[in-house]
C-alpha cells in the first residue's frame, strides 16, 4: 500500500467475521474495563483501557505505518508525548543536546521540568551545524533532540548526518516532525531512532482534538517507552482516537493543498516592499533550501516572517486580517495567525529569543487550505490598513 492509501485503511480493516459488523469506520470503544470468563484469561488480549483500547490500537498500528514505523503510541498531547520518551529512555544526570529552536512548551518542559526538577542536563545548540552538535556531545550525552522544520524560524537540520554522528557515539535521536508530518518527511528512514509529533496539528487536522504521538521500529525503545505510557498514563482518549482516525485519511490531500497555498502565500509576502523577511523552506531564498529538496518531499503550510514594522504595527497587522485567526496552534484547514514572541514563545526568556533571532515582532502562519486568492487579498488588504 502507498502512503495514502495506508493513510486510509491501515487499522480500520472491517470485520467481517467473528460477529463483526463490517464497520467501515473504526467503532469508538467507550469501556475502561473489560470482563473474562477467566481470571488469567483477558479477553481478546484487552484487560483495562489504560493499557489498551481497540479504538486507540487501530489509530496506533496507522500511525506507525505512516512514518514506516514497526511500532505507533498516541499520548493525550504531544508534550505528553515527549515527556513520556524523557520519563522512558533518560535519568538525573543524563545529558541531551536540543536544537536550540524548539516549539516554546517543548523548551518550557525541558528547562523548567526536566533540568529544572530532575537535573537532566539539556544544552541547545544551533542544530543547523553538524560541528555545533559535536562539540556538545560528552561522556554522560544520551539524547539528541531535533525539529525540523523549527517552530517558528523554519531552520532545518542534517537528520541523516546527524543520525550518523548520534549513532557513532550510541545516542538516541529523536525527531519532532509535527511541521512536515509524515507526508513531506519520514525522519525513520533518514535514521532517526524516535518520531513524535502533536497530533494536534497536520495528523488531526480539524482543530478539534488535543493528542501527541511516538513511532519508533526499534522494539527495546518500543517496550520502553509503551511501559511509560501505561505507568505513567498519558494516553489519547477513544474519542479523540476517532477524531484523529478520521483526520488522517484525508492528510495527503490536506497537505498538498497546505502547502500550494503557503507557497502563494510565500511568493506574496516575499515581493512584497514592506516585508523584510519570509522564512519558508519552498522558497529559493530559504538558506537551507536544498536541503529540504533532500530530505523532504513537500515544505508545508508553515511561513514565518518579519515586517518592516515595530511589534505595534504588526499587532495591528494580524488583528486587522479577516480569514486568519489570531490564534495559537497549527496545522488545522483553517488558517492561523500568531506573534510567537507574545503567544506559543513567551515562556522562552527574552534573552533566549533573542539569540536564535526570534524577535518581538515575527509572525507565524498556519496556512490553511481556503482559496488561494481569499487568502491573498486578505493579506494585501490588511498590509495596506497598517501601512
Ligand atoms: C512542533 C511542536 N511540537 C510539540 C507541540 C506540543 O504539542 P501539544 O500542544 O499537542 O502538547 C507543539 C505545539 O504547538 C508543536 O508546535
Given amino acids: 500500500?502507498?502512503?495514502?492509501?495506508?493513510?486510509?485503511?491501515?487499522?480500520?480493516?472491517?470485520?467481517?467475521?467473528?460477529?463483526?459488523y463490517g464497520d467501515v469506520a473504526m467503532p469508538i470503544h467507550v469501556a475502561s474495563t473489560y470482563a473474562?470468563?477467566?481470571?488469567?484469561?483477558?479477553?481478546?488480549?484487552?484487560?483495562?483501557?489504560?493499557?489498551d483500547n481497540p479504538t486507540r490500537n487501530a489509530l496506533e498500528k496507522r500511525l506507525a505505518s505512516l512514518e514506516e514505523a514497526r511500532f505507533g503510541m498516541a499520548f493525550a498531547s504531544g508534550l505528553a508525548a515527549e515527556t513520556s520518551i524523557f520519563l522512558a529512555l533518560l535519568r538525573a544526570n543524563d545529558h541531551v543536546i536540543a536544537f536550540?529552536?524548539?516549539?516554546?512548551?517543548?523548551?518550557?518542559?525541558?528547562?523548567?521540568?526536566?533540568?529544572?526538577?530532575?537535573?537532566?542536563?539539556?544544552?541547545?545548540?544551533?542544530?543547523?551545524?553538524?560541528?555545533?552538535?559535536?562539540?556538545a556531545i560528552q561522556p554522560h550525552t544520551r539524547m539528541i533532540w531535533l525539529e525540523t522544520p523549527t517552530n517558528p524560524l523554519m531552520k532545518l537540520c542534517d537528520i541523516r548526518a546527524i543520525s550518523e554522528l548520534a549513532h557513532s557515539h550510541g545516542l538516541i535521536?529523536?525527531?519532532?516532525?509535527?511541521?512536515?508530518?509524515?507526508?513531506?518527511?519520514?525522519?525513520?528512514?533518514?535514521?532517526?531512532?524516535?518520531?513524535?509529533?502533536?497530533?494536534?496539528?497536520?495528523?488531526?487536522?480539524?482543530?478539534?482534538?488535543?493528542?501527541?504521538?511516538?513511532?519508533?521500529s526499534d522494539e527495546t525503545l518500543y517496550r520502553k517507552i509503551k511501559f511509560v505510557q501505561n505507568a505513567a498514563g498519558a494516553i489519547l482518549s477513544p474519542f479523540d482516537s476517532f477524531l484523529v482516525l478520521r483526520g488522517i485519511k484525508t492528510l495527503a490531500v490536506r497537505m498538498r493543498r497546505h502547502e500550494q497555498n503557503a507557497l502563494a502565500v510565500a511568493r506574496f509576502l516575499e515581493k512584497h516592499p514592506?516585508?523584510?523577511?519570509?522564512?519558508?523552506?519552498?522558497?529559493?531564498?530559504?538558506?537551507?533550501?536544498?536541503?529540504?529538496?533532500?530530505?523532504?518531499?513537500?515544505?508545508?503550510?508553515?511561513?514565518?516572517?518579519?515586517?518592516?514594522?515595530?511589534?505595534?504595527?504588526?499587532?495591528?497587522?494580524?488583528?486587522s486580517l479577516r480569514y486568519?485567526?489570531?490564534?495559537?496552534?497549527?496545522?488545522?484547514?483553517?488558517?492561523?495567525?500568531?506573534?510567537?514572541?507574545?503567544?506559543?514563545?513567551?515562556?522562552?526568556?527574552?534573552?533566549?529569543?533573542?539569540?536564535?533571532?526570534?524577535?518581538?515582532?515575527?509572525?507565524?502562519?498556519?496556512?490553511g487550505i481556503e482559496n488561494t486568492e481569499d487568502l491573498l487579498e486578505d493579506l494585501d488588504a490588511a498590509l495596506a490598513t497598517v501601512f
Fill in 100 to 135: 536550540d529552536d524548539l516549539y516554546g512548551g517543548s523548551r518550557r518542559l525541558f528547562s523548567q521540568v526536566f533540568a529544572g526538577n530532575f537535573q537532566i542536563h539539556i544544552q541547545y545548540v544551533d542544530a543547523r551545524h553538524l560541528s555545533q552538535i559535536e562539540n
Fill in 274 to 319: 514592506r516585508v523584510k523577511q519570509v522564512y519558508y523552506p519552498g522558497l529559493a531564498s530559504h538558506p537551507q533550501h536544498s536541503l529540504a529538496c533532500r530530505q523532504m518531499s513537500g515544505f508545508g503550510g508553515m511561513i514565518s516572517f518579519e515586517l518592516d514594522a515595530d511589534v505595534k504595527q504588526a499587532k495591528k497587522f494580524v488583528e
Fill in 1 to 20: 500500500m502507498r502512503f495514502e492509501t495506508r493513510a486510509i485503511h491501515v487499522g480500520e480493516e472491517p470485520n467481517l467475521k467473528d460477529g463483526g
Fill in 36 to 51: 473474562r470468563k477467566e481470571v488469567d484469561q483477558p479477553t481478546a488480549g484487552y484487560e483495562y483501557a489504560r493499557t
Fill in 324 to 367: 486568519f485567526a489570531v490564534a495559537e496552534s497549527l496545522g488545522g484547514v483553517e488558517s492561523l495567525i500568531e506573534l510567537p514572541a507574545l503567544m506559543t514563545h513567551a515562556s522562552i526568556p527574552r534573552k533566549e529569543r533573542e539569540k536564535i533571532g526570534l524577535s518581538d515582532a515575527l509572525i507565524r502562519i498556519s496556512v
Fill in 173 to 216: 535521536v529523536v525527531v519532532d516532525n509535527t511541521f512536515a508530518s509524515p507526508y513531506f518527511q519520514q525522519p525513520l528512514k533518514l535514521g532517526a531512532d524516535i518520531v513524535v509529533h502533536s497530533t494536534t496539528k497536520y495528523l488531526n487536522g480539524h482543530s478539534d482534538s488535543v493528542g501527541g504521538a511516538i513511532m519508533v
